[in-house]
């Protein structure tokens, strides 16, 4: 069984930074694709950034590219996504998930997700 634990949330100001953090609870982590999604009130779940499981290739989504960057850390199991220059369109809960078989921008591909973080960007 697969677990990811989600922290670093909160409520910033606009145009501030936080760094999200998933620990996954799985000895195959160096294997795994990882993914951060997020969803906002009365939204559909949307894709942020996705990096493959030898950390090589990432893809963000349009929306966040250039101030996102997502990183991964198999000596730890650990997910990271470092947000700057937060807007409020930013405010969502944020998901990690996990993948072995598939690196892919659709959410129905991952296997595994965290509870959730949930991000709050003041105007």
């Known amino acids: 069984q697969v677990q990811l634990v989600e922290s670093g949330g909160g409520l910033v100001q606009a145009g501030g930074s936080l760094r999200l953090s998933c620990a996954a609870s799985v000895g195959t982590f160096s294997l795994s694709h990882m993914a951060w999604f997020r969803q906002a009130p009365g939204k559909e779940r949307e894709f942020v950034v996705r990096?493959?499981?030898?950390?090589?290739?990432?893809v963000y989504a349009d929306s966040v590219k250039g101030r996102f960057t997502i990183s991964k850390d198999n000596a730890k199991n650990t997910v990271y996504l470092q947000m700057n220059s937060l807007k409020p369109e930013d405010t969502a809960v944020y998901y990690c998930?996990?993948?072995?078989?598939?690196?892919?921008?659709?959410?129905?591909?991952?296997?595994?997700w965290g509870q959730g973080t949930q991000v709050t960007v003041s105007s």
């Open positions: 990096i493959s499981s030898s950390s090589w290739s990432t």
């Open positions: 998930a996990a993948s072995n078989n598939f690196w892919s921008s659709r959410s129905g591909d991952y296997d595994w």
